[in-house]
């Protein structure tokens, strides 16, 4: 089995500073994605990439960067963090096809915290 | 787009008690069909999935059932232990190609009492 590895687990960071969210996986998967998660509100799609170098807009890509540098990794920028963005971060990745009904695998999930 | 509506939002339990989470989903064209589960700290870990074909599926304590017509998709569980409180998360898929994105729903908090 393969495995996604988000770091760090915590993030604490200042208002307006540029924060970043690293994800590696081994799956050897295509598509990969972010996702925001706060309480009550289920998870929101900030970008996915279907390939490397690949990059779309979710529904909630608003002040965030994203950058697809090889296959197996995916980042995630907060261009200038805000403390209404405290929320846990959740990657994933799938292989991206019809056949595996794109089954989604995720990671532990990364917790901004912004003072 | 899809949308998909799951309740209720919270549910406590005792254990041994049966418990079921609902989702809605809108486009008839949805194919796939999964449910998540998430432990406190941790990210969503596939519980079963279900294709269009499938009306029914079991597994370890629990039965998903799929109505195509009524757009309905649901979470059994027959006699809920400690063990099973968590966050539940149904999500659907359409079966078109090139659709990457699952519509997920909001997430049910199952709390079983010993």
């Known amino acids: 089995g393969g495995i996604i590895t988000q770091t760090p687990k915590f993030l604490i960071g200042q208002e307006g500073q540029k924060l970043t969210l690293k994800c590696q996986q081994n799956?050897?998967?295509?598509?990969m994605y972010w996702y925001r998660q706060d309480s009550g509100k289920g998870l929101r799609l900030i970008y996915y990439?279907?390939?490397?170098?690949?990059?779309q807009k979710g529904d909630l890509s608003e002040g965030y960067d994203a950058s697809r540098e090889k296959k197996s990794s995916f980042s995630l920028t907060v261009t200038s963090a805000q403390k209404n963005e405290m929320a846990v971060f959740l990657c994933a990745s799938s292989m991206g096809d019809n056949l595996s009904g794109n089954t989604l695998y995720f990671g532990e999930g990364s917790r901004l915290i912004v003072v | 787009g899809e949308q998909v509506e799951q309740r209720p939002p919270h549910l406590s339990v005792r254990e041994g008690d049966s418990a079921v989470i609902i989702c809605t989903y809108t486009?008839?064209?949805?194919?796939?069909f999964f449910w998540y589960k998430q432990e406190p700290g941790a990210g969503l870990q596939l519980l079963m999935k279900?294709?269009?074909?499938?009306e029914i599926n079991e597994g370890q304590g629990f039965t998903v059932l799929l109505n195509k017509k009524d757009k309905q998709l649901s979470l059994n569980l027959t006699a809920a232990h400690p063990g099973d409180s968590a966050v539940y998360f149904c999500?659907?898929?359409?079966?078109?190609?090139?659709?990457?994105?699952?519509?997920f729903g909001k997430g049910t908090s199952l709390v079983v009492h010993p």
């Open positions: 279900v294709f269009s074909s499938t």
């Open positions: 486009d008839p064209n949805s194919y796939y």
């Open positions: 990439s279907i390939t490397e170098n690949d990059l």
């Open positions: 999500a659907v898929s359409p079966t078109s190609g090139g659709n990457y994105k699952p519509t």
């Open positions: 799956f050897n998967h295509d598509t």
